[in-house]
């Protein structure tokens, strides 16, 4: 059975600070894996989708890389805004869709 | 384009009172699916279709039941609501599962179970 863990649980950096979230996964047989941002009381915006066979995928300041071997995937985000507090989660696509419980993070100004 | 809409927002229900709610999208996507988000547990895949007429068990599938008689509707239903049913629930789709595509989701709905 597919377990996705994340690390840290939360963090709370100032602002202008690079910072980087974990995802792990216990099964690398998967087809892609996602990062979603979800706001207070709102539903999940995907941000990036690494398919198995990349090793990273980038938009403008969020960078991901996936390490299937490993289990691991990292979400990058360089120069943090107060608009990025938000939860972040990671989802594999495998034999079935399985979330990681999330990173709560907090941007202060 | 409203993409993935849930209705309703927000209920409050009796133990061992039914309701139904309803997940429309408008993209033409084959897979749907219903999740529920509690504290702590991440999000958890309770029922999945992928397509018109089907339907499949995930996760968390016991007191609940779901229909998709359209391509664009998927009905999640709890016949005899209990307080452990009490969470944020939300629907997803996706042109198929496994073709990197992204899960779309809607804005979720609050259900509490007094």
């Known amino acids: 059975k597919q377990e996705v863990t994340q690390i840290p649980a939360a963090l709370s950096v100032p602002e202008g600070e690079n910072l980087v979230l974990n995802c792990s996964f216990t099964d690398s047989a998967i087809y892609n894996l996602q990062w979603f941002r979800q706001d207070p009381g709102k539903g999940l915006t995907s941000l990036l989708l690494?398919?198995?066979?990349?090793r990273e995928q980038t938009s403008g300041r969020l960078n991901a890389s996936l390490d299937k071997s490993s289990g691991r995937s990292t979400l990058y985000i360089a120069a943090s805004q107060p608009g990025d507090s938000a939860t972040y989660l990671c989802a594999v696509d495998g034999q079935n869709f399985v979330f990681g419980p999330g990173t709560r993070l907090s941007v202060l100004p | 384009n409203a993409g993935v809409t849930q209705t309703p927002k927000f209920r409050v229900l009796k133990t061992g009172q039914s309701m139904t709610l309803l997940c429309a999208q408008d993209?033409?996507?084959?897979?749907m699916y219903w999740y529920r988000q509690d504290p702590g547990m991440g999000l958890r895949l309770i029922h999945y279709s992928v397509g018109e007429g089907t339907t499949a068990k995930g996760e968390v599938p016991d007191g609940y039941n779901v229909s998709r008689l359209k391509k664009q509707n998927f009905l999640l239903g709890l016949e005899s609501a209990a307080p452990s049913q009490t969470s944020v629930y939300f629907c997803a789709s996706s042109y198929y599962m496994g073709n990197n595509q992204p899960q779309h989701f809607g804005d979720g709905t609050r259900l509490s179970i007094l």
């Open positions: 690494i398919q198995s066979s990349q």
């Open positions: 993209m033409n996507h084959e897979y």
